[in-house]
């Protein structure tokens, strides 16, 4: 009893129990101990090295806030992020690793997807359902990034869409604080051709809205055979949170990554190659030359190219 009793006092009186934590965390693996969230300094992040992204900024801001804010969720976080090669779509899902976990990207309870095949399986669907299953029982605040969704066979995320409601428990798992990114280029076509017609408008960048996109980027996840939420249960029951458009990006926007990557490699002072590598890139639509083809996939390369 006595035990007990000193427990609930260490629980209860703040300043010891910091100290407690802190002992705890030392003799203990608990996923909780790791667990380190930053919001300001994600969004310091996302606003000074995502360039762009306006609405990829709000949008993860404001949602990963609003869901570490909440003591007790009632499903996951589930952000689907849309968009070109080379827009920011992986930066943003490794700045989240960053900021949630004291071991960043490293840490065990970060847990990252790639397909291989376009043929689905029994078994491979079983596998897929075994490890986010397992992973949550070790961890209820796992992270699960699953990248180049245009790969997944299409029927294959349906096997998550138990994961992703809002029921109390599944498999006899607590699993509502875990976070879901997927990755896509599907729905690039319709972000394309409202950031095209914006541009040619004389309309500014950031007058584009979130509300323009959502459905039009739901729809084409939903009924392109090409995209792994072909036909999928999840988009008609809604249990993606938001979808993330990733707007194609311009020369000055490629410039400032050209800047960004010479700054981390000592070299801040090279204009010249900023405006080298800015020029060297293909623009299209070709009347108007408007939105880098490769965003800023392709700026290391040309940077060592003209260094």
Known sequence: MFCILFVLFLFIYHPVCGVFQKLYCSLSESCECDFKPNIKDLEWDLYKNVYGQHLAQDIVSEEVSKFLNNKSPDRPLVLSFHGSSGTGKTLVSS?????????AMSSPYIHQFFVRTKHPSLCLQEELKNWVQGNLTECARSVFIFDEMEKMPSGLVDVLEPFLGPSHVVFRTNYRKAIYIFISTTGEEVINKVTLENRQAGQDREEIKSA??????????????????FLSSIIPQKLITRFVPFLPLSRRHVERCVHSELCQRGSCGRSDVVEAVGGDMIYTPVQGQYFSTTGCKAVPAKINFFL
């Open 95 to 103: 700045m989240l690793g960053n900021h949630l976990y004291g071991s």
């Open 212 to 229: 323009d996109l959502q459905e039009a980027i739901a729809q084409t996840a939903y009924s392109n055979s090409t995209s792994g939420f």
